[in-house]
């Protein structure tokens, strides 16, 4: 794993100089630089995220990202859905059933669990600028 910057962007230099002396060697498809923000301040991810322009903001269930397109070739920003976006609960309801009690194999009686169920959704911003503010 490269740690250094100086080093990371002479390696991508070299990358390209061989595929420039070889370029029977380029590939059909493009590639993807994905750079994980590990980090829970969302004013420095969203910091690193404008510093990519105009960059399409996609989400999933778990990951947040802001992706900019170099002709084939992809940048991609991405951090853990909860350190970008709100989670709001919209309802929840408390339901109860039974359940084998996992203690007891032999007669396997039952015991009353009871759960929260929680319906949410997730409202990620429509910028990133006041984030990162």
């Known amino acids: 794993m ?6 990371w962007i002479a390696s ?3 990358l390209i100089a061989f595929l420039e002396e070889h370029p029977d060697l380029i590939p ?12 829970e301040e969302t004013k ?6 404008l510093q990519l322009g105009s960059a399409e903001k996609t989400q999933d269930d778990f990951h947040f990202s802001v992706t900019k397109d170099f ?3 992809k940048f991609d920003i991405y951090t853990q859905r909860k350190n970008v976006c709100e989670k709001r609960v919209i309802s929840s309801e408390v339901v109860e059933y039974e359940i084998p009690d996992p203690q007891l194999v032999g007669d396997l009686p039952t015991v009353t669990v009871t759960e929260v169920i929680e319906e ?3 409202v990620c911003p429509p910028s990133l600028h006041e984030l990162a503010q």
Request: charge should be negative; charged fraction near 25%.
């Open 120 to 122: 949410v959704e997730w």
């Open 12 to 14: 991508a230099k070299e």
């Open 71 to 73: 002709g084939p070739h």
């Open 28 to 39: 059909k498809y493009g590639f993807n630089v994905h750079l994980f923000w590990d980090g």
């Open 44 to 49: 420095t991810f969203a910091k690193l995220a």
């Open 2 to 7: 490269v740690h250094d910057s100086n080093e």
